[in-house]
């Protein structure tokens, strides 16, 4: 009897677990069954019949999406094509193909919105109850079904909508750092989801899957490949792959893009030359754009990395990058295309502070740039750091589209083991004041085209996402691809806002879930910025795969691509002199802003040493030495940690067991490797400080010499 029990427990224990594995892979889209009964009541009387108009890709798409959605948030009782019902309806589909009396109840909220946008409306006819989803398009309807099943995951009322809503930016893309071999640089994930040599007549299911995802959080855009560029992408071979993803990808409003290597027409294209102003070479580009357009009447345009780390570009001959970027624009043009030209540009002949290399290339040229390219700007001077002041070039080009750069993929921010929601640091780089059209001018504004009425507008985020089953690695780490979207879609939204909807998406509307698990989220990236470059510290990672500690490193060939050379560490002091009396990057700011910067009392300590060189010894605002003070920073990093730990342990109960255990162990990952941080960093410049740790620090483990041989190889994303 005994051991009949055990059996039966042993089996119970195992068909639970089994029934509570999720491997993460429907990431956003979980669509749980909403448990609270009365609730479920509201949508099941509210959603009797579903009413299509329209039958484009895209519509059925819309379609498919709320009866898989409604079929498994209100389980068996939900039928779409039930007859027993009072005939309250939810209708959708876009204005062109609705009845003038669905048109007439939704008054002016056409003009409110644009191509993409959309409303979600109640309203009562002849006694019954409706909700209408539409848009101007059909891919705003789209776009509305998405947001309408949100409303339900996240237990929201659907009783009196009224909800309109548009994109305040038009390029919302995804920049993949994706290889033709499949390897992704800088990528944590796996491999590249482009099966390349499969392709074209191999469609994975997975593309569908992507491009689901995207749209349900407003991207609409890929770039396929690294910018680091191999010319081959663009030979038909290639382009026939292209086309294949681009035709999977279009219903669902997501157009491809690809990156362009500037010496393609030496190098694919048999000229002896890529002089963008070469009649041959622009006319190579020109019918290179004809052909990509013959395949891919929606091609979306090209990414160029051009003169920055050894690649190719105009200044090969003695052209600069307005040269470069027109040639590719009036291409591109007759098409509608766009080009993006990074701003990501230092030279190693050029001895001037790196953080101050870009600006004079591209701010002097302002309104110069033909109408179709758009500056794609890293949100800081330096390189994704895990904290940077925001980039000078914000706000100060107001004849000029200028559009956002970020990185979701964790190449500074310890890679996709560390639980780091990134939305945090975004919001901290679209709030950040340029002041360049006096106070309020944030940097959101010059985004969405507000600040100086720009019309081409844009965000990108370098991806996270690779062939793990769970998409990033990790699968805390979708929030930051969900919420590069959702800030893409409207760079005003709070992090706080996109990380409770998230959670609540992905995981549990439990509020002994969301709580703690928010605030955990929201801290989480301070905790990162703690225990690797606090005050200030930047670009101190070990080089090449820039994974751990490597403050010490100096043997690099080029001076900016040593960590010596970022933090400065001397027996007087540490930190990078960019006021007047250093490098002067300041005055690259507005006035107003370069002030503060350059004001020891006014400036933020979270930037101080981006911006001063300072003694040891000198008292930050809570009386503390600037080495107690960082020594106390690695340490709280590292205590940060282990409260993540310490909160992620209590929600064994709300969470799947999969996921609970991919997350819980990689925060531990995390925690071992917050240590290392601090102790290898604190270590090193105390050779500099000479002076005793403070009390509250732990001590290290392991010497300096230790931390220095630790050597990676095979380090991921190299
Ligand atoms: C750096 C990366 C490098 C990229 C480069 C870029 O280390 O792999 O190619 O940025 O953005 O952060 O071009």
């Given at each position: 009897m005994f051991k009949k029990n055990i059996f039966f427990l042993a089996f119970l224990i195992v068909f639970c677990n089994n029934l509570l594995a999720n491997d993460g892979y429907h990431l956003w889209l979980q669509y749980s069954y909403v448990e609270n009964a009365s609730l479920r009541q509201e949508y099941l009387t509210a959603l009797e019949k579903l009413s299509t108009s329209g039958n484009s890709e895209t519509i059925k798409i819309a379609s498919k999406e709320l009866n898989r959605g409604l079929s498994s948030m209100l389980g068996p009782e939900f039928s779409s094509t039930s007859t027993n019902n009072n005939g309250n309806t939810l209708i959708f589909g876009a204005k062109a193909n609705l009845s003038e009396d669905v048109i007439l109840q939704l008054g002016n909220a056409f003009n409110e919105i644009n191509e993409e946008g959309y409303i979600i409306k109640s309203y009562s006819l002849k006694g019954k109850n409706h909700i209408i989803i539409t848009g101007n398009s059909d891919i705003g309807v789209l776009y509305g079904v998405y947001n309408f099943l949100k409303l339900l995951q996240t237990n929201k009322s659907i009783e009196k909508l009224n909800i309109i809503d548009s994109p305040k930016i038009k390029v919302r893309i995804l920049n993949h750092w994706d290889n033709l071999d499949r390897t992704v640089e800088r990528g944590y994930a796996g491999f590249s989801i482009w099966d390349w040599h499969r392709l074209p007549d191999y469609l994975d299911p997975r593309y569908t899957d992507y491009a689901r995802a995207n749209a349900s959080v407003g991207i609409n855009g890929t770039v396929l490949n690294n910018v680091n560029a191999n010319a081959l992408i663009l030979t038909p071979q290639y382009l026939e792959k292209v086309e294949a993803l681009a035709n999977v990808f279009r219903p669902y409003g997501i157009k491809v893009y690809l990156t362009a290597r500037f010496s393609a027409p030496i190098e694919i294209g048999g000229l002896k030359t890529a002089d963008p102003l070469d009649a041959d070479v622009i006319n190579w580009w020109k019918e290179k754009t004809k052909e990509i357009y013959n395949r891919i009447p929606d091609f979306g345009g090209f990414v160029v990395k051009a003169n920055s780390e050894g690649q190719p570009g105009p200044q090969d001959y003695d052209r600069n990058h307005v040269d470069g970027a027109n040639l590719l624009a009036t291409a591109v043009a007759p098409f509608n295309g766009i080009i993006m030209w990074r701003a990501f540009v230092y030279s190693?002949?050029?001895?001037?502070d790196r953080a101050k290399q870009a600006y004079p290339e591209f701010v002097p040229y302002d309104g110069q740039f033909k109408d179709n390219v758009i500056i794609q700007v890293k949100n800081g001077a330096i390189d994704f750091q895990p904290r940077e002041p925001f980039h000078p070039m914000f706000g100060a080009m107001p004849k000029t589209p200028i559009m956002m750069e970020f990185q979701i993929t964790q190449e500074y921010l310890g890679f996709s083991t560390h639980t780091i929601f990134l939305p945090t640091m975004y919001e901290e780089t679209l709030q950040a004041d340029t002041y360049r059209k006096g106070k309020g001018s944030i940097v959101a504004k010059d985004l969405d085209g507000t600040l100086h009425n720009k019309r081409l507008t844009g965000m990108a985020g370098v991806s996270n996402i690779g062939n793990d089953i769970n998409w990033t690695g990790n699968p805390m780490l979708q929030a930051n691809w969900y919420g590069y979207g959702r800030l893409a879609w409207d760079p005003y939204l709070s992090a706080e806002s996109i990380a409770d909807e998230w959670l609540r998406l992905t995981f549990s509307n439990n509020k002994k879930f969301i709580e703690p698990v928010k605030e955990m989220l929201l801290n989480s990236r301070e905790a990162a910025v703690n225990y690797m470059?606090?005050?200030?510290?930047?670009?101190?990672?070990?080089?090449?795969?820039?994974y751990g500690p490597g403050p010490w490193v100096s043997n690099l060939s080029r001076p900016e691509w040593n960590p010596i050379y970022y933090h400065k560490a001397d027996s007087l002091g540490i930190g990078f002199d960019r006021t007047s009396t250093g490098s002067n990057a300041t005055e690259q700011y507005a006035p107003e802003v370069a002030n503060v910067f350059n004001d020891l009392n006014s400036i933020s300590e979270k930037n101080l040493l981006w911006f001063h060189h300072v003694p040891w010894d000198y008292k930050l605002k809570n009386g503390k030495t600037l080495w107690d003070a960082m020594a106390l920073k690695y340490q709280e990093g590292v205590d940060q940690v282990a409260s993540m730990i310490t909160t992620w342990n209590q929600m064994e109960s709300y969470v799947d067991a999969e996921r609970y255990n991919n997350i819980k162990m990689l925060l531990n990952i995390q925690y071992k490797e917050a240590k290392w941080w601090r102790d290898a960093c604190l270590l090193y410049f105390q050779q500099y400080s000479n002076m005793p740790l403070p009390e509250g620090v732990e001590k290290p483990t392991q010497t300096l010499e230790y931390f220095q041989s630790l050597e990676f190889p095979f380090a991921p994303g190299n």
């Open positions: 190693e002949h050029d001895t001037t470059t606090p005050l200030g510290l930047h670009h101190i990672m070990d080089t090449g795969h820039h």
